[in-house]
């Protein structure tokens, strides 16, 4: 354990607490039962509840509170939930497991996972809509919620991911493009809802954005090394997939030692995004600690 | 025709194209094309705009503008089309057809009828939260659409739909309790969004809620009589295919005839909410011309 890794550690076990009890609440009493506990399924999968806590982060970086933030926390994780489920489908990436698990599809059937993809990307807005915030603040987060998820955002991402598989060979920049959408529009807006609904100033807002933006990139590049590298028991998912598929990634195109130059290039720009925030150093531990585990 | 539907056609000749070109607009210019293409081509397959236009409505009723309305009538048109192009997947109804064409995934592939229908729930949202509306009936505009939608409202209809395939046999009450959800949740939220944007008094909005509830009833029991009478050529879509899969509908419950009572009540329920609008002639139309339709 170095400094990095054990700020994250820290800054986890104060806030995923919080994260858990919270994220499972609008779906524990209703009449659709079923599909209630396909969507406790999938959010209770765990996992490191990266998007969330980056939002809670940002927000205390520019002196605001967790609980200022904490609704649009859980529009993050919900949003980011359902994108797996979809994304697990068989029309889709076609995967059995995720996080060790069997893929929501598996256990409830493809028609409810879509449905429990649907229901929690609604409650996404549903979350935030309905919470006592500021209104001007909780409108910008809504708008940034629904830029980062959407046509021009994720979704839109995973379309041009899809058709990727079927071209033979693209670029670098369409590679950028498609990972600045499908992974980066999201982490982007994690930084930058924190940064809204914790009150940051415009040009905090722009520094968290720009900080959002190069740990999307770098988060997809220790992604793609992992994939190339780790075995399935490490990640708990089925791994060399991409490979398998012949799909681009960073270590395809770039080889592992060039993919990993570009690691610590995206992690040396968040870096320098925090030097003007008041309170850097969780943001900071979290840029290294995602470089190092694709080491 | 008669008075009814008049109103109802004129109403439509004066809305139906401003709906038409705001819709597809925030889906024009952007990197995934195809699935811009996907979203358009489900958008621009035309249908009454009932939600939509009952929205823009509700806002007349109570002395409110089409302008003031329109966000969250996009809002409501793209959620229904998300839910139409979901509930058409082989997962869920297995449909080929709709509106005469052949449905988004039989057209552009599964993964991105999927992504289409992500797409369209998003930017639901996205086009309210960015309104320029007072704040705090915009808030609660997006509160009602996502509790509409969501897996109180909608998806969670749907869901219980889907497992009510499966079970041999159930009531009045259970049917009730589906449709209310499937149907009925985002019709009463079409009306109660329209009044909140018009600026309703809050009786007004509660009457409005009120004959959302009965004409989404009157609604779901049409459909079902539709279904059970009408010829594919008629509606557009395949027909008989309930009583085919032996799918509990009000006819198959109640007899033609017991579902035609049930309508008129639906229908004069919805009629008596409107006494104490300022303007009232445009929704009692409605009301009365979905009564016809299954005649």
């Known amino acids: 354990m170095n400094d990095a890794s054990t700020q994250v550690r820290a800054d986890l076990d104060r806030l995923l607490p ?30 490191k509840r990266v998007r969330p806590v980056l939002c809670l ?24 939930t359902y994108s797996l489920i979809h994304d697990d489908l068989p029309a889709m990436d076609d995967d059995d497991l995720r996080r ?19 229901a929690l990307l609604t409650e996404a807005f549903g979350v935030l809509a309905a919470a006592d915030l500021d209104p001007v603040r ?12 959407g046509w021009h955002g994720m979704a839109g991402g995973q379309a041009l991911d899809l058709e990727g598989e079927a071209i033979a060979s693209y670029d670098l920049d369409h590679l950028r493009l498609i990972h600045r959408m499908k992974t980066g529009a999201l982490l982007r807006a994690s930084l930058e809802i924190g940064a ?81 925030l008041p309170k850097p150093n969780s943001l900071a531990a979290w840029a290294r600690y995602l470089a190092q585990r694709a080491k």
């Open 57 to 80: 982060l940002a927000s205390e970086a520019v002196g605001g509170s967790v609980a200022q933030a904490l609704p649009g926390a859980l529009a993050l994780e919900y949003i980011h």
């Open 100 to 118: 060790g698990r069997p893929t929501n599809h598996k256990v409830f059937g493809e028609g409810h996972a879509i449905l429990a993809g649907d």
């Open 138 to 149: 909780r409108a910008e987060a809504l708008v940034l919620l629904a830029e980062g998820a």
């Open 196 to 276: 809204v609904l914790g009150g940051a100033s415009s040009s905090e807002r722009a520094a968290l954005r720009a900080y959002g933006e190069a740990i999307g990139l770098a988060f997809q590049i220790q992604d793609d090394i992992l994939d190339a590298t780790a075995t399935e028991a490490e990640l708990g998912k089925r791994t060399g997939k991409d490979a398998g598929k012949s799909k681009i990634t960073y270590p395809s195109l770039l080889g592992l030692d060039g993919a990993r130059n570009a690691l610590d290039e995206a992690t040396e720009t968040a870096l320098c995004q925090l030097a003007t």
């Open 18 to 47: 919080v994260l858990d009890t919270a994220l499972t609440e609008p779906f524990r009493l209703g009449p659709a039962v079923r599909l209630g506990e396909a969507v406790r399924y999938s959010l209770e999968a765990g996992g």
